[in-house]
């Protein structure tokens, strides 16, 4: 079974010192992925410090990835507080450059409630012919939606393409699942949720770690799908045992640009202020469960 689909990267952003994007560590990194059998990509993401791009850097990262690489399929992230907002980043990527589609966390800052995303999703749905996914990351927004927003969005509008759920609870996953229908494509974040997610009928994984060991993923959805449960199994032990590099006290973007540059594949750590780049100190820790754990970069 093709699981290209189910298996999308959300990009780090690589830098320069002085923070300006390094569009030639970009290519060779994506170039990396795609050799590995990745086809679906996540430019602007939470992996890729999504606030702090603007949107004219977005679009050239998109476009990079259309020059780079053939047949894949580009999904952005819009990050935003609000629908004029999130329109008029839609409105300059649509000018500007070839996606299939959005991913669009919920608005932050304020705790807004059912009706109120029902109306912004409803706003973005209305005015795009793209596919939307939603993003649901309540560590950064604070916002949990409740599971019935993605259903009576879907009942009206066809382009709500599915959502993708970074929050380490498999109950509100069930809750999800129990409420939308086939065609919903429902993604994890969570690299601990990626075969559970499978397990109770979910459509695929978005993992940061996927920039480090996109094989590993790939891997474990073909033996699945394979019916090859008991290797699937094996692979996700493997995969729960590397997430041990996130108990380094920094932010996960931080972690996995260090432990690409620890790898020498072409990224270097730096990332943009506030967020605080990983301390030298942690090097042999990280490369110590990446070394023992890490056989599908």
């Known amino acids: ?13 690589p830098f320069n010192r ?19 059998g990745v086809r679906y ?10 606030d702090r791009l603007g949107i004219e850097e977005v679009a050239q990262l998109v476009n990079v990835l259309r020059e780079c690489l053939g047949d894949i399929h ?6 935003s507080h609000g629908v004029s907002e999130a329109l008029s980043k839609i409105e300059y990527l649509d000018k500007s450059c070839d996606v299939d589609g959005y991913i669009i966390p919920t608005p932050s800052y304020f705790k807004y409630g059912l009706n109120s995303l029902y109306k912004f999703y409803s706003e973005i749905l209305a005015n795009t012919e793209k596919e939307v996914i939603i993003y649901v990351i309540p560590s950064n927004t604070g916002i949990l939606p409740e599971p019935q927003l993605f259903r009576m969005l879907r009942e009206r509008y066809s382009n709500l393409a599915g959502v993708k759920i970074t929050y380490n609870d498999i109950t509100y996953l069930r809750d999800v699942l129990d ?3 086939d065609g919903f494509k429902v993604y994890v974040g969570s690299d601990l949720l990626s075969l559970p997610n499978l397990m109770l009928g979910g459509y695929g994984v978005i993992p ?22 008991g290797d ?6 493997l995969l729960a045992k590397i997430t041990n590099i996130f108990k380094i006290p920094y932010m996960f973007p931080a972690v996995i640009k260090y432990t690409l540059e620890a790898l020498d594949l072409g990224i270097k750590r730096f990332v943009r202020p506030p967020m605080e780049e990983v301390d030298d100190r942690y090097r042999d820790e990280i490369l110590d469960v990446v070394n023992i754990y890490g056989g599908y970069i």
């Open 208 to 229: 940061g770690l996927g920039n480090i060991f996109p094989k590993l993923y790939i891997e474990m959805y073909r033996k699945f799908y394979g019916s090859r449960y």
């Open 232 to 237: 699937a199994i094996n692979l996700y032990r």
């Open 74 to 79: 580009i999904y952005p992230g819009i990050f």
């Open 18 to 36: 002085d923070y300006s994007l390094d569009i030639e560590s970009f290519k060779l990194h994506v170039e990396r992925l795609y050799n590995s």
């Open 1 to 13: 079974m093709d699981v290209s689909s189910r298996v999308m990267i959300p990009l780090v952003t």
């Open 179 to 181: 409420i939308t229908y």
């Open 41 to 50: 990509f996540f430019p602007s993401s939470s992996t890729g410090e999504m």
